[in-house]
């Protein structure tokens, strides 16, 4: 084959031996064509891996072409990302995953509901595999896919518990806003569940409230995420965000 495909278990080693073997053999190529190397979850690897990477594709660029796929470019190294041609890929909208959904569904015969791929789009967050494999879960779990069934295997926050949230900070009410937030974390879920939720729930509530104010909502309900992933994931950063969306509600014109 002239193309080859290595998943993100791509250790120095396979670095070192596969890779680089397949791109130091001989082939008989037309002139303008090329051995191909695609990589997945490059992201993934070391960066002791992703050095060797760029060795072997400095001593082989006349013959092979390296393909390069990852979920964040931020944990790829800086002379790996110099040598490539970036090429950013956006979240899939609702609709594209839903026509698949439905495709799926139909060819496997499987048992869905409306509000069963309603709640799988959701939680896929416009991930097309994410949106596959919960799809999956939810029938070996269930066999019915169903809002309640999905909710159960993805274990979210309910979008619906969220949204009433929202409308309390929306009204300027934060005890009501407050109280929804402390029962969501009653039931287990972590303050960075809720906030994840919140973001995804805002991003389909254009309907809700004026521009101006979902701009500043979303402002927020990022500070928050941010402050939780650099470890401070506690129940008072939730209500600090909470308490600046009902500030924004209160201040800004309607």
């Known amino acids: 084959s002239l ?14 031996e596969k890779v680089k073997h397949f791109a130091k053999e001989k082939r008989d190529l037309p002139a303008g064509r090329h051995k191909i190397v695609i990589l997945d979850e490059v992201d993934a690897m070391t960066e002791a891996a992703q050095q060797a990477l760029r060795r072997i594709m400095e001593q082989f660029s006349d013959t092979t072409r390296f393909a390069l796929a990852c979920n964040s470019s931020a944990s790829v190294i800086e002379p790996l990302q110099s040598r490539c041609a970036i090429l950013r890929f956006r979240k899939l909208d609702d609709s594209q995953l839903v026509r698949r959904l439905r495709q799926v569904c139909a060819m496997e015969a499987l ?12 939680c896929a967050d416009g991930d097309m595999r994410s949106a596959l494999n919960n799809l999956q879960s939810t029938v070996s779990a269930f066999g019915v896919v169903n809002r309640e069934n999905v909710e159960k295997v993805c274990d979210n926050p309910p979008p619906e518990a969220v949204r009433s949230m929202l409308m309390e900070c929306l009204a300027g009410k934060w005890r009501e806003a407050h109280d929804i937030a402390a029962e969501l974390l009653r ?11 919140t973001r995804s ?3 389909r509530f254009e309907n809700e409230c004026k521009e101006h104010i979902l701009l500043e909502y979303l402002k927020y309900v990022g500070l928050a995420h941010m402050t939780m992933s650099a470890g401070l994931s506690t129940p008072l950063q939730l209500d600090k965000m909470l308490a600046n969306l009902c500030r924004v509600s209160l201040v800004l014109p309607a």
């Open 3 to 16: 193309c080859a495909f290595f998943l993100f278990f791509s250790t120095i080693d396979v670095i070192r």
């Open 201 to 203: 729930v805002l991003s």
């Open 187 to 197: 039931r287990g879920y972590t303050p960075m569940d809720v906030v994840l939720t």
């Open 111 to 122: 048992q869905v509901t409306d509000d069963g791929i309603e709640a799988i789009v959701f």
